[in-house]
């Protein structure tokens, strides 16, 4: 170090004796990098992107929180499942619906929802479809006698081996059990029979139901036993298909598909809210509907594709279903659908009779919503799931509209926002029943007493902001896509 100028160290001298010491000399201080973190701002994990649909705002950081999977497929998404947890009354029902009537202002999208849920004698989409002029396909097997919708799950659109698998599903899921060798060869040669010498019309389970009890000949003399044997064979299988030919499911798919459903709709919905979500009949809707839209309706045309399922448990938790809708998911990949599963508590189908199933189906779906649960189920499902210890934590404390994201392993706090254009389509459980008022003070209740938008209070003007930036984002984001 070179000497000090001696006029300098008497200026400096002088400086000092008049105005006091102006500098400091500070002795280096040893600490932990534990420690020392605090002198550091906080920072925020990175987001998403900004291409896709907007949710509404991470907590932590303010920033807008936006999520496609057809966007991030292939780089941060490894599958484009979704499965969305939490009990009543959190959120689930306004996320699901905000999301479709947003992904469907996009070209090239496509959405069909399974609705097991309503009131007032409609499933709780029913105001979405008002708004958007589509007639839901509602499968109610007292309506259904009177003329409404069938499916017919031997629908010439469906394969013939599409076909056997979906009557053994049928009768797997009714009776509780796979279907033993036997029974599965009596029904294999009666729909063999029916299709090769049915003409002029789609053959109808009836058909089936009347070869099972009576079977030809030929069938035995093919496997060299008596036909009294084969007929026994068929006898339990003709029992429970002839439930939805003349039982308490008639009328629904005993006959030809219904003509002018439209699959090329930007949105279908099947309305399931007059099935007991209780009894046998869901599961077994569930089956049919699944595998008559994997034959009908998912097709390599390049759309983007969403099959959003309410009440997926009745799916998960059957493995002769769970079975057909993993094979489902596997066209996600090649065909560009992504599966929505809404299910109120995951250990409705871990703890169930399909859990080698269910962890399969779970282990598929890369994004996961977790709204609030209470504490016991909350470490549950930070278990299986694999959520960091501060996502378990924080789950029981979530307030209605707020959930935990986890978008392959990038999870983040965020908070749903609702546009006022969206809220009377969203809550529709209380727009069935109740006042415009009593809707706006529970909307009030979910978004804020002044400020719908707002995170909490003293936000209004950030609320305003990302408002702005949303439909920034939105016209960028339809500019590059294209609007249909």
Known sequence: MPPRDPLSAITEAFTSLLFGKTETARLPVRTST??????YLPTAAPGLGDSGVIIGREVYSGKGYIYDPFQLYGQQLPAPHWLVLG?????????????????LRFRERQVVVLDAQG?????????????LGITPIRLDPVGAQSGNVRLNPLDPAITTTGQLALLRTIIEVALGRPLDERSGFALKVAHAYVNQTTTGRQPILTDIVERLRHPRPESAEAMNVELEDVRAWGLDVALVLDRLVDGDLRGMFDGPTTVGIDLDAPLIIFDLSHI???????PILMAIVGVWLEHTWIRPDRRKRIFLVEEAWHIINS??????????????????????????????????????????ILKMASTRTIYAQK???????????GLPRWAVEIIPTLTPGMAVWDVNGNVQVVKH??????RPLVFTDRAMT???AALETMARAVHGPEEPLALEEGHGERDDLFEAETEARVAAFEKRQGVG
Do not use: C
């Not at 094979?327 to 250990?347: E, I, P, T, W």
């Open 434 to 436: 109740e006042s415009a």
């Open 375 to 385: 504490s016991d189920e909350a470490r549950a499902t930070g278990q299986v799931l």
């Open 87 to 103: 009990e009543s009354g959190n959120g689930k029902s306004a996320l699901e619906k905000s999301y479709v009537l947003r992904q």
């Open 276 to 282: 007991d979500r209780n009894s046998i009949a869901m």
């Open 417 to 422: 926002l609702v546009t006022e254009a969206e």
């Open 119 to 131: 009131e007032d004698g409609v499933g709780e989409w029913n105001l979405v479809a008002e708004q």
């Open 34 to 39: 534990g420690q020392a973190q605090a002198v």
């Open 319 to 360: 493995p002769s279903v769970a079975q057909l809708f993993q094979r489902l998911l596997k066209f996600g990949r090649r065909l560009g659908l992504s599966f929505v599963a809404v299910v109120h508590h995951l250990s409705d189908v871990v703890d169930g009779a399909a859990a080698k199933e269910a962890a399969a």
